[in-house]
């Protein structure tokens, strides 16, 4: 418990109550002052900087900036109200309820004004708190309001207190517009009342420099009249100029247009499928029937930004690349309007700015996707309040996928069904819990930005990533199935790792394999890997023909080619020129071309395509049920049998 302030600067307070005026630790200020008033025992923080920014209304009259100390275990808020009228109430809570929530109230009962710490029951009455952890440092009038300048520790040991951590936050907020004569008057349901979502306690990360040829591209909606509806994504192709070679993304940040900061929620900008050498141009609702099918292959991730975000910066050794052969022009951006007052009239030309260099940096970031597959076996009964579901990125897994120096995480975004609620995912290492690399307690499918750690997270081979999804269906009568909860890591690899001539990755409903030749050196260390993904729902068949060139090449057992179901972790390896037939129970895939197979010469040409469901192929007469199998060239050869473990 903080010690109390000191008294405040008049004498006579009138008050709602001599209870509440004896207990309070707050101070009584002018609302309607242009001067500064009372300033409570404390200081403003060394410089006051205020680096995070967000409107917490729609009509922007409340905005709030804040500053994190991680000496002070602290948050300093500034508190913009405009057009104050009777008072003001902000706060924290579970789910962005304005029950059960923890609260901070500027209120007036018409002679003098109060600000206390306080707390909503469950049925939204206010209560004085009996521990005053939020601590006024200044009230001072603005042309059309007032400022407020509070701070408030991260956890304060008060069982009617937020804890403040990492991850989301939901902030919670009311305007009062008449008088009351106590604090315990008011009810927050009688209140215009709204929430806003943010991760408060961002991290310390120091801002690397800039290249020297640093370039922008802006990606921007078209000047889109934004639908007066409360919940709006807007999709828009737009694609990279003729001859745009390979690039590093070493930077970007949103671009707001003026007037739309509360309606503008969050933005990513996709990059779409390499196998399509064209995508229709396409503005407007992302889930318009007009859509083209195809602009569901745009889905690699580029840049992600949601409400408070600041600058993102790759670390000044690696970027992530777009641009040039095997990379797809087309780009699509998503923007989420939330406009829960239904405003009509506006437009809006917001988007994301872009910072490339055409000089590479020493390596490649990358995304990897940890979770739950896209498939009905993962199902969520109705009524649960708190339901996991747990993936698993095995020991096998990283062996056989991460290179021996490994891999290291600086960064996440996470994804989930809309009943998603926490999010969490733990690095284990010789059965023993290493890392967590990310927790959300607070998780919102609504609010999904790209997240730098406090501390890049190493992984190596042999090492388990084990992520844990939980669901709330209380409001549901059927069963939640074909879940999608995906944690997005962003990650630099070592140089080991790094092949940009040798690794592919194929996206779309079909396409050409053909085989990677051995690197200029004579070597592909580790050899070489296609990876396939198509649509959640979907399955992979693949034909190939494999050709060896020299005598006695297919006896080695070092020169194969291994095909790996991501779904099922089944790798089925050949050996030998033969053709090969193969089918995935899930959508993604992993090719591996070994080293011998690189070094003999040898070489794999096919295709592959979507196959529907097992259950939906079961049911059709003649099609293959098995899992792989492979045939000889001619009848006088003798066939190797593939491998499968």
């Not at 022009?329 to 910072?355: A, F, M, T, W």
């Not at 975004?413 to 995912?425: D, F």
């Amino acid at each position: 418990m903080q010690a109390p302030s000191r008294p405040c600067r008049w004498t006579c307070l009138p008050s709602p109550s001599a209870r509440e005026a004896a207990s309070m630790y707050g101070t009584a200020v002018a609302i309607f002052l242009v001067i500064l008033v009372a300033a409570l025992q404390g200081s403003a923080p060394p410089e006051s900087p205020f680096p995070y920014h967000i409107p917490l209304d729609p009509e922007g009259a409340l905005e709030l900036s804040w500053n994190v100390s991680y000496v002070q275990k602290a948050i300093h808020f500034q508190l913009l109200v405009h057009g104050l009228k009777a008072g003001v109430l902000f706060g924290m809570s579970d789910r962005g309820e304005l029950e059960n929530a923890d609260l901070v109230v500027l209120w007036t009962n018409g002679d003098s004004a109060y600000f206390a710490d306080a707390w909503s029951d469950q049925k939204g009455q206010l209560h004085l708190d009996a521990q005053q952890d939020y601590q006024l440092l200044r009230a001072q009038g603005t042309s059309d309001g007032l400022s407020l300048l509070f701070k408030r520790p991260f956890a304060t040991c008060d069982p009617q207190d937020y804890l403040i951590e990492d991850g989301t936050v939901h902030l919670v907020y009311g305007i009062l517009k008449e008088p009351f004569r106590s604090l315990e008057a008011i009810n927050t349901s009688g209140l215009q009342t709204g929430l806003q979502r943010v991760q408060l306690l961002k991290p310390e990360v120091p801002t690397p420099a800039m290249p020297a040829d640093t370039r922008t591209m802006e990606i921007r909606s078209p000047d889109v009249l934004i639908p007066g509806q409360e919940t709006t994504y807007w999709c828009y192709i737009t694609e990279l100029p003729q001859g745009f070679s390979r690039h590093h993304i070493v930077m970007y940040e949103a671009i707001v247009t003026e007037g739309n900061e509360a309606l503008v929620h969050h933005m990513e900008v996709f990059q779409c499928a390499a196998e399509f050498e064209s995508f229709p141009h396409f503005s407007g609702p992302c889930d318009s029937k007009m859509k083209p099918e195809r602009l569901n292959y745009c889905r690699h991730v580029l840049a992600a930004w949601a409400l408070g975000a600041k600058a993102f910066y790759y670390p000044e050794e690696a970027g992530l690349p777009f641009g040039g052969p095997g990379s797809s022009r087309y780009l699509r951006l998503e923007v989420h309007y939330h406009n829960p007052l239904k405003i009509q009239g506006r437009r809006d030309s917001s988007g994301i700015r872009l910072y490339y260099t055409s000089t590479l940096r020493q390596f490649d970031a990358g995304i990897m996707e940890l979770g739950l597959v896209y498939t009905p076996v993962m199902a969520i009964p109705p009524q649960e309040t708190a339901f996991i579901l747990t993936g698993y990125c095995t020991d096998k897994c990283t062996q056989l996928a991460l290179p021996p120096s490994g891999i290291h995480i600086f960064a996440s975004q996470l994804h989930t069904h809309l009943t998603g609620r926490k999010v969490v995912t733990v690095l284990a290492r010789d059965g023993q819990e290493k890392a967590i690399v990310n927790r959300d307690n607070h998780y919102s499918p609504h609010f999904q930005e790209i997240r730098m750690l406090k501390k890049i997270v190493s992984v190596y081979p042999g090492d388990v990533l084990i992520t844990s999804c939980t669901y709330n269906t209380e409001d549901r009568k059927l069963a939640t199935v074909k879940l999608w909860s995906v944690l997005a890591l962003f990650l630099l690899f070592t140089s080991v790792c790094i092949q940009p001539e040798c690794d592919t990755q194929l996206f779309g409903p079909r396409g050409e394999i053909v085989s990677p030749s051995l690197s200029r050196d004579g070597k592909n260390t580790g050899g070489c890997r296609v990876f396939i993904n198509v649509v959640p729902q979907a399955r992979i068949a693949i034909h190939a023909l494999v050709s060896v060139v020299g005598t006695g090449a297919e006896e080695t057992n070092a020169s194969y080619v291994s095909i790996r179901d991501i779904h099922s972790l089944r790798t089925t390896t050949f050996h030998g020129q033969q053709a090969l037939y193969w089918e995935s129970k899930g959508s993604m895939a992993e090719m591996e071309f070994s080293q011998g197979f690189l070094e003999t010469h040898a070489s794999l040409q096919g295709q592959y395509w979507t196959l529907h469901s097992r259950a939906m192929e079961e049911d059709k007469a003649g099609r293959w049920p098995g899992p792989a199998l492979a045939f000889s060239l001619s009848a006088g050869r003798q066939r190797k049998e593939p491998n499968t473990y």
